[in-house]
């Protein structure tokens, strides 16, 4: 039904009052035609290298969200469909428990962050605390001990309005100067310390992020290894009970062939993007990456050659599928290998750099390369 409202409308939302009849029955009259030669097409569509949906004809409602691939029988197509979702939904099962992790570590994670962000703002306090310590100096001529408060111009505020400073009723004019000045300092070291805090927790969001992208599209048990792996790596073995880490683990990354004939890498997690990146690549590849989204390291290898713009632009476009992005144009960072760095300490796929562009372009899986012919 949704393939026959789109073949005749472009869309699968249209009420069915606003479809032209006739161009509906010219549709269904072509479907009738079809199936009573029995030109079958059996077709599947897949997302994220998931099976979405499957027909015995063209699946086109779905649009470019979604790539098809085609079998010579239906018997072929059901026994293909059932057994990647039965194979996916094992893998599903088998990563639960880091799926798990990952979201309690996220929840942690933006709890801390949130607490954090609150003693933040309680410290910008500290320019007010600054400010009474230094209308008690000025004034301190006139105060004298026990009182509660006193009125002064404000004479950081440009229209030097009077406010009221309060004072220890039990402390001397200068002791309370100095209490104020403690206050100040106390705020201004706490101001140092949560800034640094929140930006490694921050950095740790985008990490778990990250990890969670991948195990999202996993799609093989060693995909779930690594990812395992990585996450041991990064300090959360205590919450990998029973956990043995293998003793090597060797990276083996996407491979794709743009139009152009140049190889793509793509890295399935971040040991294979850290990997991809300074351990392959060489310092003429071109490196992609989403801007601001995470998501996998690409390669464009180039062999010391300058490849074409639609090479560039296909690498692009993979990068933005194998990301966490969602929306139909993406922006993408690319940049010769050799302006990436990594900062000492950093966690597994996090890098630097400055010298870059930046492309705007479509999702598009490296499945869809080979699907076109080009590798």
């Known amino acids: 039904a949704h393939e026959l409202v789109y073949r005749a409308t472009g869309s699968i939302d249209v009420p069915l009052c606003e479809i032209e009849k006739d161009r509906l029955y010219s549709v269904i009259l072509e479907w009738q035609g079809l199936l009573i030669d029995e030109k079958y097409r059996p077709t599947v569509?897949?997302?994220?290298?998931?099976?979405?949906?499957?027909?015995?004809?063209?699946?086109t409602y779905l649009g470019d969200a979604v790539t098809v691939k085609h079998f010579d029988t239906l018997s072929s197509?059901?026994?293909?469909?059932f057994a990647e979702k039965d194979r996916l939904e094992k893998i599903h099962q088998r990563g639960h428990d880091l799926v798990t992790l990952l979201n309690n570590a996220v929840a942690r994670t933006e709890r801390k962050l949130a607490l954090q962000r609150e003693a933040l703002l309680e410290s910008e306090k500290g320019e007010e605390y600054r400010k009474k310590g230094d209308l008690i100096i000025a004034n301190i001529y006139q105060l004298k001990r026990g009182m509660t408060s006193f009125s002064a111009i404000d004479y950081y505020d440009e229209e030097c309005p009077e406010v009221t400073v309060e004072l220890d009723s039990r402390l001397s004019p200068a002791d309370n100067a100095q209490k104020y000045y403690k206050l100040y300092n106390k705020a201004k070291k706490a101001k140092e310390v949560l800034t640094e805090q929140i930006a490694l927790w921050e950095q740790e969001l985008v990490y778990l992020e990250s990890v969670k992208t991948f195990l999202a599209k996993a799609q093989t048990e060693e995909d779930l290894v690594e990812i395992r792996d990585e996450l041991y790596r990064s300090g959360y073995a205590a919450r990998l009970r029973g956990y043995k880490p293998p003793k090597q683990i060797k990276p083996r990354p996407m491979r794709f062939t743009t139009s152009g004939g140049y190889e793509l890498l793509v890295g399935r997690n971040n040991i294979q993007n850290d990997h991809l990146t300074f351990k392959m690549a060489e310092k003429h590849d071109i490196w992609f990456h989403t801007k601001d989204i995470p998501g996998s390291h690409v390669i464009l290898v180039t062999g010391g050659e300058e490849p074409s713009e639609r090479d560039y632009t296909e690498a692009a476009a993979?990068?933005?599928?194998?990301?966490?992005?969602?929306?139909?144009?993406?922006?993408?960072?690319?940049?010769?290998v050799k302006n990436i760095k990594k900062p000492q300490g950093a966690k597994p796929g996090f890098v630097i750099y400055k010298t870059n562009y930046t492309a705007f372009v479509k999702p598009m899986s490296g499945e869809e390369l080979s699907e076109n012919g080009n590798g």
Do not use: F, Q, W
């Open 45 to 59: 569509a897949i997302a994220d290298g998931k099976p979405t949906d499957y027909s015995y004809m063209d699946i």
């Open 77 to 81: 197509l059901l026994d293909a469909y």
């Open 318 to 336: 993979v990068a933005a599928y194998y990301s966490k992005a969602t929306a139909d144009l993406v922006a993408v960072d690319y940049t010769a």
